[in-house]
C-alpha cells in the first residue's frame, strides 16, 4: 500500500469518528394523561356513560399502549373502547379513548384502570353509582266498582282515575272489557302516554238490556303489565214496562188468571184490564201459574214473575225453560214437554220437582236441598246424584238410562221408584223410613232389604235376583217379584200380607203359611215347573178360581210340604 492510499484511509477514520460523536440523543417517550381519576356519577341501571381521556407523549422516542385492564370488586362493570392492537403514539402526539360504566345493579363502583406501555404501567382510579331503572307505577281508583241497580233502559257512568306515581312514562295501550257480561258494559278505548305523576280518566258505562247481576272485567294494558279491575251491577225493571211475553198462548193464559182460570192459588195478574202485563203487576203476582196444556212453545216473560211459588206448565212443547230469576218458585210442573235441559240451580227453594216425560239427558239438584219430591222418570239422565237433597220423601226416576243409584243419604226417603232401568246394585239400608220400593226391570242379582221394617209395598220383577229375605218385612202388604231367579221364597212372617207376585222364577219351595191366608187377596205362583208343593195355612183352602190364586197344574197346596 502506498502513502497516498493510507493517507486516504486515515482520513476517512477520522471523518467518521466525529461524524458520529456529534449526533444529538433523542429523549425516551414519556406517558401523560388528562385525568388520572374519574368519577361517572350516577348512571341508572342498564344505561351506560362514556368519558374519554387523552394520552400524551411528551417524550422524543414512540410511545406504545399494549393494554387496557381493571382491578377491583367491581371491575366488570368498566369497559375500555380502544384499539384492538397497540396503539403506536409518536412523540408530540395524543390518543384518545373511552371508558364506559355501565352498572349491572344499585350501589357505589370503584376499579382501577391499569394502562400498561412500553415505559410503565399507568394507573387511573374510576367510579360510578348505579341508579335504580326508572319505572312507572299504575294505580287507580276505585280498584273495583259495583254500579248498584240500574233500571232497563237506562244507564249508569264512571270514571276511573288511572294515576302514575313512578318515575317514568306510564303508556297505556288499550282498554277491553271481557267476562260474563262484557255486553252490559261500554267504555272508551284510551291510547294514552301518562307522565310521572300525572293521570288520566278511563269512562266506563253500566247500561243492562236484561235484568239480573251483570259482573265483567275491565282489562287495562301498559307498559308495565295488564291490569284488571272487577265490575259489576245489577239490571232491574222498569216497573210501568210492558213484559215482553212473545208466545200468544202464553200470554192468554196469563190473562185468563182470575177470569176463567180460577182456584184459591189463582188471582188476576192484570190488574189494570189494559190487556197487558206490566213488570209491576209481574212482580206483584205471589201466587200459582197455571198455564197446564195450553199448546205454549215459549215460556219468555215468566222472568218477571220474581215472586212467583207455583208454576203449573206441563203438556206444551216447551224445548227450553229459564226459571233462573224465579228464585221463590217452591213447585214446578214442567213434565211432559220436549225439554233437553233444565238449569234448576237458582231455585234453592224449591220443595217439588216434575219433570217427567221430556228428553233430558242430566239432571243438577245440587242445589235444591230443599227438595222433597223429585219426579223425573221418562227421560235420557244417564247418572243421578241426589247426595245433597237429605230431605227427599219421594223419588221417582223409572225409565231412564241409571246403571247406579246412591240413597244412602236420603235417610227421609219414604217411596223409591226406580224401575226400568240399568242398575246392577241398590243399597237401601240407610233408607229405614222406606214404605214403597219398586226397582223392577233392572239388572240386580241381589237386595237386601232386611233394615226396612217400615215397607208397605216392594216390587223388584224383571230382575236376576237368586234370594230374597222378606222376614224382616212384617208390615209388607204387597209383593212383587216375579220374573227372577228365585228357587225359594218364605212369606211366613210377612203376617200383613194381601198381594204376592212370584210366577215365572226357578222356585223349589214356596212357605205362604203366615196365619193369615184368608187375607191374600191375589197370589200368582205359576210358571215355575220345578215347584210341585206350595206350603199354605192349616185348615185354609185357596180359592178355587185361578184370576186370584194360581199356580202350575204340577204344584199342590199343602200344609206339610217341609
Not at 374519554?52 to 382491578?71: A, R
Not at 284488571?228 to 208466545?247: F, H, R
Not at 217439588?352 to 235420557?380: E, F, M
Not at 233392572?442 to 217400615?454: F, R
Request: glycine share 6%; net charge negative.
Amino acid at each position: 500500500m502506498n502513502i497516498k492510499n493510507i493517507v486516504y484511509a486515515l482520513v476517512a477514520i477520522l471523518i467518521l469518528s466525529c461524524s458520529k460523536d456529534d449526533e444529538p440523543q433523542l429523549s425516551p417517550a414519556k406517558f401523560s394523561i388528562n385525568q388520572t381519576s374519574i368519577d361517572f356519577g350516577e348512571v341508572e341501571i342498564p344505561t351506560s356513560k362514556e368519558i374519554k381521556l387523552t394520552v400524551t407523549n411528551s417524550g422524543e422516542e414512540d410511545l406504545i399502549l399494549k393494554s387496557y385492564t381493571f382491578s377491583g370488586s367491581n371491575s366488570a362493570e368498566f369497559t375500555v373502547e380502544a384499539s384492538e392492537t397497540e396503539e403506536i403514539v409518536l412523540a408530540g402526539k395524543t390518543y384518545e379513548f373511552s371508558v364506559v360504566f355501565k352498572p349491572t345493579e344499585e350501589g357505589d363502583k370503584t376499579a382501577v384502570l391499569t394502562i400498561n406501555s412500553n415505559v410503565g404501567e399507568h394507573k387511573v382510579d374510576v367510579s360510578g353509582k348505579g341508579a335504580p331503572e326508572p319505572v312507572a307505577v299504575f294505580s287507580i281508583n276505585p280498584e273495583s266498582k259495583d254500579f248498584g241497580d240500574v233500571m232497563l233502559g237506562n244507564e249508569a257512568i264512571l270514571n276511573f282515575t288511572i294515576s302514575n306515581t313512578g318515575n317514568a312514562d306510564l303508556v297505556i295501550s288499550e282498554t277491553t272489557l271481557g267476562g260474563t257480561n262484557a255486553d252490559a258494559y261500554t267504555t272508551t278505548n284510551n291510547s294514552v302516554t301518562i307522565p310521572q305523576n300525572g293521570a288520566t280518566g278511563v269512562k266506563v258505562t253500566f247500561a243492562p238490556q236484561t235484568t239480573g247481576s251483570k259482573t265483567a272485567t275491565l282489562s287495562i294494558v301498559t307498559n308495565v303489565g295488564t291490569y284488571t279491575v272487577n265490575l259489576e251491577g245489577n239490571g232491574i225493571p222498569n216497573p210501568n214496562a210492558i213484559v215482553n211475553i212473545p208466545d200468544a198462548n202464553f200470554k192468554a193464559s196469563l190473562l185468563a188468571h182470575g177470569t176463567t182460570i180460577t182456584g184459591d192459588d189463582f188471582s188476576k195478574i192484570d190488574t189494570n184490564d189494559d190487556g197487558e202485563i206490566q213488570v209491576k203487576e209481574a212482580e206483584a203476582y205471589y201466587g200459582s201459574i197455571n198455564c197446564h196444556e195450553r199448546n205454549i212453545s215459549d215460556l219468555t216473560g215468566i222472568e218477571a214473575f220474581v215472586n212467583l211459588q207455583i208454576l203449573y206448565v206441563g203438556k206444551n212443547q216447551l224445548t227450553s225453560l229459564d226459571l233462573s230469576q224465579n228464585v221463590a218458585l217452591t213447585k214446578l210442573y214442567c213434565f211432559e214437554n220436549q225439554l233437553t235441559g233444565l238449569d234448576i240451580s237458582q231455585n234453592v227453594a224449591l220443595m217439588i220437582l216434575g219433570c217427567y216425560d221430556n228428553q233430558l239427558t242430566s239432571l243438577d239438584v245440587s242445589k235444591n236441598v230443599a227438595l222433597i219430591g223429585l219426579h223425573c222418570s221418562n227421560n235420557q239422565i244417564t247418572s243421578l246424584d241426589v247426595s245433597q237433597n237429605v230431605a227427599l220423601t219421594e223419588l221417582n226416576c223409572f225409565e231412564n238410562q241409571l246403571t247406579g243409584l246412591d240413597v244412602s243419604k236420603n235417610v227421609a226417603l219414604k217411596g223409591l221408584y226406580c224401575s226400568n232401568n240399568q242398575i246392577t246394585s241398590l243399597d237401601v239400608s240407610q233408607n229405614v223410613a222406606l214404605t214403597e220400593l219398586n226397582c223392577f226391570e233392572n239388572q240386580l242379582t241381589g237386595l237386601d232389604i232386611s233394615q226396612n221394617d217400615a215397607l208397605h209395598f216392594l216390587g223388584c220383577s224383571g230382575n236376576q235376583i237368586t234370594s230374597l229375605d222378606v222376614s224382616q218385612n212384617v208390615a209388607l202388604t204387597e209383593l212383587n217379584c216375579f220374573e227372577n231367579q228365585l228357587t225359594g221364597l218364605d212369606v211366613s212372617k210377612n203376617v200383613a200380607l194381601t198381594r204376592l207376585y212370584c210366577f215365572s222364577n226357578q222356585l223349589t219351595s214356596l212357605n205362604l203359611a203366615n196365619g193369615y191366608n184368608n187375607k191374600i187377596t191375589y197370589m200368582k205362583a205359576q210358571d215355575n215347573i220345578n215347584l210341585d208343593c206350595i206350603q199354605i195355612d192349616e185348615g185354609f183352602t185357596p180359592p178355587s178360581n185361578d184370576y186370584y190364586w194360581k199356580k202350575d197344574d204340577t204344584a199342590s197346596y199343602s200344609n206339610g210340604c217341609f
